[in-house]
């Protein structure tokens, strides 16, 4: 048997007793169903993403992709998690959106820009 089949099967195992996936019990947070403590989630607000995209032409775009991944950190500070993660997702794809956007501005603008004759 294989060392990947022995892991597998202990995670199996650990999930149908229904320990898997819910923390262990070295964590920060009180979980009030086992009266452990568990550790809040990591941080996803991608603020360097949103950040670098506001270099991009698209403006609009990506000054909300900003907000939002500032109201991602908002939320976590606040201990919601499930929100901060939730806007922390649409920041993601706001960014994606504005860099996508930003680079089909600049490829436009310079064709048109070599591609008209000066008079």
């Known amino acids: 048997m294989s060392p990947g089949a022995a892991q597998t099967e202990k995670k199996m195992k650990q ?3 229904g ?3 819910h923390g262990s019990t070295d ?3 009180a979980d009030p169903r086992l009266g452990e403590a568990q550790e809040p989630p990591p ?3 991608y603020i360097f993403l949103t950040i670098f995209t506001c270099f991009c032409p698209a403006w609009p775009i990506n000054i909300v992709a900003l907000v939002f991944s500032m109201m991602a950190q908002s939320s976590y500070d ?3 998690y499930d929100g901060a993660q939730r806007l922390g ?3 993601f ?3 994606i959106a504005s860099m996508v956007i930003g680079i089909v501005i600049i490829i436009i603008s310079t064709i048109v820009h070599f ?3 000066a008079v």
Do not use: V, W, Y
């Open 19 to 21: 320990s898997a996936g």
């Open 93 to 95: 794809h706001m960014g």
């Open 27 to 29: 964590r920060g947070l």
């Open 78 to 80: 606040e201990e919601d």
């Open 89 to 91: 997702r649409k920041a």
């Open 115 to 117: 591609t008209t004759n």
């Open 15 to 17: 999930s149908l007793s």
């Open 43 to 45: 941080l996803k607000n």
